[in-house]
């Protein structure tokens, strides 16, 4: 599937998915592998759940991580869906060989901050 990306200079973050484009803050970022390989695992995850329920599960998970983290950037990290893109941003073959729903293996793992 060929990428749509935008450029959003206001975008309050790097990067961000929103099926079925890439949103990146400057047109410097549309050069970056890691994030748009980062926002891409996001749109297999968005397009694997439809869109809607995705957005849905990813700010529960958000608040869940928040009541157990009580820290912004914890909570984030730890939402499944970010697991499984951190985790895996830096394969660029990572979507060739991605089984479907592979977010859901993220439940066990565990954000390891730098
Ligand atoms: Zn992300």
Known sequence: MKLMILRVPFLPAAGMALFPFILVKTQRL???KVI???ENIHLRQQLELLVI????LYFLNYLL????????DKAYRNIVFER????????????????????TSFF???YQSA
């Open 53 to 56: 329920p995705f957005y849905a």
């Open 36 to 38: 748009i390989n980062h």
């Open 84 to 103: 499984e893109a951190y985790s895996n941003e830096r394969n660029p073959e990572y979507l060739k060989h991605r089984t479907f729903w592979s977010w």
């Open 108 to 110: 066990a793992a565990r």
């Open 30 to 32: 549309k050069l970056n």
């Open 65 to 72: 991580n928040l009541l157990y983290y009580m820290h912004h």
